[in-house]
């Protein structure tokens, strides 16, 4: 069971608060519990800010199994109030209380052959955050706590004081993601880039390939308030679907994110990609009607196709270091324009599903210890 440790899990209390998913008919109580015994290789983190993901969205609308109760939420970042032994970031620094940090969306062993094949982040013994069935060790295992205790083999990157707390709070999903994908399709300056979604993956793929020196940008999306927001974010063409062939034509698709999931848009990648071109498959996350291709026309056009899923640590080390240097820091901030306590967990989800902006946050300003009712009773948006 828990226990506190007062030398290294010290704060301003021994108890933390969280909000404790418990399935869609149950829903989400705030519940107390003590801060734990910080075994050798963990981390207790006292949380700054937590975004609501899509897939967070998923699991409340019962369409995502997840083993219960749990702690949801994965996008966080937060400052180490405790550490259990030593501990250091992925690139040997050392870490210290107070430093603030954020962290891989799941574990590594780092021995297993997936982990020695360079894909940690799918490691035989994963446990991702958000995900997992709190147990009598790992209760706080989500963002939406006023607490997150790191396990070991989690990858620990630090965060700049001065990076505003929206624009880090996606790195360690959205942008992290984004990062990783570009970094399996071997995305240069050199090429002309189509995004095809542009939500925060879309969009953060079109600032990222605009940071690299990409000169042709072409984003794709059905929702006219989006394709604005990409133009803002750095997209040279912003277009509906009807019109991507023609100027993918005119203006090249070496490689193309696919972050929607949308099974016509993913057939639509394979129809336009350029000769040599490169693929990254990242919306696609959920089962989906399946797509059909004639073989000997990708053999002989020379086409890459790569499915990306998650990330490993350097990719999230990229993705702090992008978020700092890019010039678009306020436009992403501006896409979490919603925050709100612990305490209005299902209003802030309400929000979320309602797709008022692409992330609404929860600020960890302070709680209370008050139950919150389930359960919900509106489809999961996308």
């Not at 094949?117 to 958000?130: D, N």
């Not at 079109?206 to 929702?223: F, K, N, P, T």
């Not at 990242?282 to 890459?304: H, M, R």
Request: aromatic fraction near 4%; include cysteine; charged fraction near 20%.
């Amino acid at each position: 069971m828990f226990s506190t440790q007062p030398d290294t899990t010290r704060t301003t209390t021994d108890r933390a608060t969280a909000a404790v998913w418990s399935g869609p008919e149950k829903g989400f109580s705030i519940t107390t519990v003590p801060l734990p015994t910080l075994l050798p290789g963990e981390v207790l983190v006292e949380t700054e800010l937590a975004t609501i993901c899509g897939s967070d969205l998923h699991t409340i609308g019962g369409d995502r199994p997840t083993p219960l109760p749990t702690v949801l939420g994965h996008e966080a970042i937060g400052h180490i109030v405790g550490i259990g032994g030593q501990a250091a970031t992925s690139d040997g620094g050392t870490l210290s209380i107070g430093d603030r940090i954020t962290w891989t969306i799941g574990t590594s062993c780092g021995t297993c052959r997936r982990c020695r094949r360079g894909i940690p982040q799918k490691c035989l013994t994963v446990r991702k955050y958000g995900h997992e069935a709190m147990d009598d060790h790992w209760k706080l295992n989500g963002g939406f706590g006023s607490h997150v205790h790191l396990v070991a083999g989690t990858g620990l990157v630090r965060l700049p004081r001065d990076l505003p707390a929206p624009v880090a709070t996606p790195a360690n999903c959205a942008t992290a993601t984004v990062t990783c994908a570009a970094r399996r399709v071997e995305l240069t300056a050199a090429d002309s880039v189509v995004v095809i979604g542009c939500g925060m993956l879309g969009l953060t793929a079109v600032a990222y390939a605009r940071e690299l020196g990409v000169e042709s940008v072409i984003a794709c999306d059905v929702d006219p308030t989006r394709r604005d927001l990409a133009r803002q974010f750095g997209a040279t063409a912003a277009l509906p679907p009807e019109q991507l062939a023609d100027a993918a034509t005119e203006l090249g698709a070496d490689v193309i994110f696919e972050v929607s999931g949308n099974s016509r848009a993913v057939q639509s990648a394979f129809e336009i990609v350029d000769m040599g071109g490169r693929i990254a498959l990242v919306g696609s996350v959920s089962p989906a009607p399946e797509v059909s291709f004639e073989p000997s026309g990708y053999v002989k056009n020379l086409t890459t196709v790569v499915g990306s899923h998650n990330y490993r640590v350097d990719d999230l080390t990229e993705a702090v270091d992008f978020l700092r240097r890019t010039d678009k820091q306020q436009l992403f901030a501006d896409l979490i324009p919603d925050s709100l306590p612990l305490t209005e967990i299902v209003a802030a989800v309400d929000l979320a599903r309602n797709g008022v902006a692409p992330r609404v946050a929860i600020d960890f300003g302070g709680t209370a210890q008050t139950d919150v009712p389930g359960p919900f009773d509106q489809p999961a948006s996308q």
